[in-house]
């Protein structure tokens, strides 16, 4: 930038803005401020757009949408009770799986592999991590259905066949099957956010537990852990949200039925799943405003998860074990 | 310390080390297991017909799903168009000029747009785009996978501008160069490869999303016109012809399978290698 004529003092503001204005860097800030409030238009909108076109069934059913027990879109009826006990039951059941096995492989990983393996498993965990749900969902239909059929829900059923959530006929697509492929969905995600915050604790809190006799397990589960613990929590809370969101292949694995059946081991829906479903196919203002209205359910629960963990995780970075 | 007390807390330790280790290996192999199927039953089914051939109609042996490449690569490319730029541009300013209300503020709305399920953000571009248009198309397509793009584009922008060292924009703004033009010509090509890596992760991302192409670009038995038509994509027709009940349809989502996952592989590790050679590697 060239030296500043000769202003006179009184005009300096102007010309001041004036040459910023030629120098363009008040052109660039405008531009990016503008890239930035586009963003958070195009968020509203999000909400707007949601909220506006549910309007028909939020006003028609009110809250009794989330509790009513019976989607018959025939007889206009649209109650989503048995779409959000899927969605919750199937990331429960995930989340159970994936979170106990996911950290167990997490500290194989970060406390007792050689680094080399341990960032080559990393690397490939990563890679999974990466894989398109749909694909998840082909390797469901043809490989994890048959597979539960035979070798889970018949064994299940056969020993605890007794409880309600093991009753009943079996398929092979069933809430179960969702679930466990969630949790496989889910378990890249865990191992690798899990190791990486095992992986920040200082090495003298694991020095300082053997030095006082602590076997190498004590030292992990006595120390490590729970200095852990909070950016743990985080990871399964995005997994968590992860799971509620997931659309195709728990689509393709839940065997889509509408009616609430207390086993596990017959098919269920999801919220997530019902939309995919039936979306293009909704006749009806109702009917399509009842499926927004289901996307908006999932949206608000997603944003108070997604909430928790943010705050989980934003604690424990400051207690520098940061996550990312 | 009695001699039995040790042997039990030597042996609790033995064994959740292993459990551990079983745990890790455990998880390596049946995700490993379920692509290495993916891929040999993939290759097995690929034939030079997938690439070359419009899909057969239903009943009819053989055919590919040549319209669903284009048309995966025009939404994405729509994609690229709608959420590189605004994100880039987003990024910029986190990293640059916002104050710290203006950093809370785009923060909290790219995590919050990060956490929206595809789904929803697909009956977004479906009220926005579809329902004002009458019609399914790939523009609503690609705006769907553009307003994915926009989080991570934001993050990944601003990470890697962060990273470029103070001395750096020191020296060329004590040339006397505007803010600006210190941006344009030092600050944004010092973080270019991250940027670009970025980019391409986002890019693999948004490249397996199915829910949101549903009912945005829907789905096309033939060539799609321009960008203002119903638009077939590589993963729609596998959810399609997984859930169909024809043999030969099964083995040509397998095939779609694999030319997606290598298409998605090939983009993470290009990305792992391009960000293996910048200067700001220690960034991420």
Redesign the interface.
């Known amino acids: 930038?060239r030296v500043a004529g000769s202003t006179s003092p009184e005009h300096a503001p102007t010309t001041s803005l004036r040459r910023?204005l030629l120098?363009?860097?008040e052109?660039?800030?405008f531009?990016?401020?503008?890239?930035?409030a586009?963003?958070?238009i195009?968020?509203g909108?999000?909400v707007y757009?949601?909220w506006v076109?549910s309007g028909a069934a939020r006003h028609e059913f009110g809250w009794s949408f989330i509790t009513g027990r019976t989607w018959d879109p025939n007889a206009g009826e649209f109650g989503a009770w048995p779409f959000v006990v899927g969605t919750t039951v199937t990331s429960a059941i995930a989340l159970l799986i994936a979170v106990?096995?996911?950290v167990?492989?997490a500290?194989?990983?970060a406390?007792?592999?050689p680094r080399r393996v341990s960032d080559f498993?990393a690397f490939?965990?990563e890679?999974?991590a990466?894989?398109?749900?749909?694909?998840y969902?082909?390797?469901g239909?043809?490989?994890l259905v048959p597979v539960m059929k035979v070798l889970v829900d018949g064994p299940l059923k056969a020993a605890l066949g007794w409880l309600p959530i093991f009753s009943g006929p079996f398929y092979g697509v069933s809430t179960l099957t969702a679930g466990v492929l969630l949790a496989?969905m889910v378990?890249?995600f865990i191992?690798s956010v899990s190791r990486q915050v095992l992986l920040s604790v200082p090495t003298e809190q694991r020095e300082a537990a053997l030095a006082l006799g602590a076997?190498?397990?004590?030292t992990?589960?006595n120390v490590v852990l729970p200095y852990a613990k909070r950016g743990i929590y985080g990871s399964a809370f995005l997994a968590l949200?992860r799971a509620?969101?997931?659309?195709?292949a728990v689509t393709?694995v839940i065997g889509n039925s509408p009616q609430l059946q207390a086993s596990l081991l017959a098919p269920g829906y999801s919220i997530?799943a019902v939309?995919?479903n039936e979306?293009?196919e909704a006749t009806g203002d109702l009917y399509v405003s009842a499926?927004?209205a289901l996307?908006l359910v999932?949206?608000g629960l997603?944003?108070v998860?997604?909430g928790l963990a943010?705050l989980l995780v934003a604690s424990t970075s400051t207690r520098a074990t940061a996550v990312q | 310390m009695s001699a039995a007390r040790l042997r039990r807390r030597k042996l609790v330790n033995a064994v959740m080390l292993r459990t551990t280790g079983a745990c890790a290996i455990g998880i390596a192999a049946v995700l490993l297991g379920i692509l290495g199927y993916l891929f040999l039953n993939g290759i097995g089914s690929l034939s030079l017909d997938f690439f070359t051939q419009l899909p057969k109609p239903v009943g009819e042996t053989g055919g590919g799903m040549a319209n669903a490449i284009v048309g995966s690569a025009k939404i994405l490319g729509m994609a690229v168009v709608v959420g590189v730029p605004l994100g880039f541009l987003g990024g910029v300013y986190l990293a640059e000029y916002a104050g710290a209300t203006g950093q809370f503020v785009v923060r909290y709305v790219t995590d919050l747009l990060n956490g929206v399920p595809s789904i929803v953000i697909g009956i977004f571009a479906y009220a926005l785009v579809v329902l004002p248009a009458k019609q399914f198309s790939a523009y609503a397509g690609g705006v769907a996978l553009g307003m994915m793009m926009i989080p991570i584009a934001v993050r990944s922008t601003e990470e890697f501008l962060r990273a470029v060292p103070r001395g750096l924009r020191e020296a060329a703004l004590a040339l006397g160069a505007p803010k600006w033009k210190v941006l344009v010509t030092v600050v944004v090509p010092a973080a270019r490869d991250g940027i670009i890596t970025g980019i391409i992760l986002n890019l693999a991302r948004v490249a397996g999303e199915t829910a949101p192409l549903l009912f945005t670009a829907f789905s096309n038995r033939f060539w799609s016109e321009g960008l203002n038509e119903p638009t077939a994509t590589l993963p729609v027709m596998i959810y399609t012809y997984a859930i169909s009940p024809y043999d030969d349809w099964h083995r040509q989502a397998w095939a779609a399978g694999f030319v997606l996952l290598m298409l998605v592989v090939t983009m993470n590790i290009a990305a792992r290698m391009l960000m293996a050679r910048s200067p700001l590697r220690g960034a991420r």
């Open positions: 930038m910023r120098g363009g860097d052109i660039a800030r531009i990016v401020t503008a890239a930035a586009g963003i958070l195009a968020c909108l999000l757009e949601l076109s106990p096995a996911g167990g492989a500290i194989f990983l406390e007792l592999a498993l490939c965990i890679l999974l990466a894989v398109p749900s749909v694909i969902g082909l390797l239909v043809f490989i496989l378990l890249p191992v076997t190498r397990w004590e992990t589960w949200a509620l969101g997931e659309t195709m393709m997530a939309v995919a979306f293009t499926l927004i996307g999932l949206f997603t944003v998860i997604n943010r």
